[in-house]
């Protein structure tokens, strides 16, 4: 059974850190690259990072980038987003998502970032 099961997210100050993980279970983990996207309310989905199979490339927007890592433990079959210098327009719920190549996501965790 396919499952993506983000965790992680919660209330933070501006200018806070949060990490986010998605634990991958019913497929090969290292075969996929990993997505992390947001959706803030009223808002189109939004990618925020991505991580090759290997872990050896990274890309993100302009909105996150030099914020924002991802990284991932093919051994834990696990991916993180450690977000930093976090701030209110990144409030939003995080998926995770492997593309099959048809879009698998997980439940999502919900971020807010405010005073």
């Known amino acids: 059974q396919l499952q993506l099961v983000e965790s992680g997210g919660g209330l933070v100050q501006p200018g806070g850190s949060l990490r986010l993980s998605c634990a991958a279970s019913?497929?090969?983990?290292?075969?996929?690259?990993t997505n992390w996207y947001r959706q803030a309310p009223g808002k189109e989905r939004e990618l925020v990072a991505t991580?090759?199979?290997?872990?050896?490339?990274?890309d993100y927007p302009p909105s996150v980038k030099g914020r924002f890592t991802v990284s991932r433990d093919n051994a834990k079959n696990t991916v993180y987003l450690q977000m930093n210098s976090l701030k209110p327009e990144d409030t939003a719920v995080y998926y995770c998502?492997?593309?099959?190549?048809?879009?698998?996501w997980g439940q999502g965790t919900q971020v807010t970032v405010s005073s």
């Open positions: 998502n492997v593309k099959f190549p048809w879009d698998y």
């Open positions: 991580i090759a199979r290997t872990g050896g490339i990274t």
């Open positions: 019913g497929f090969t983990f290292s075969s996929y690259t």
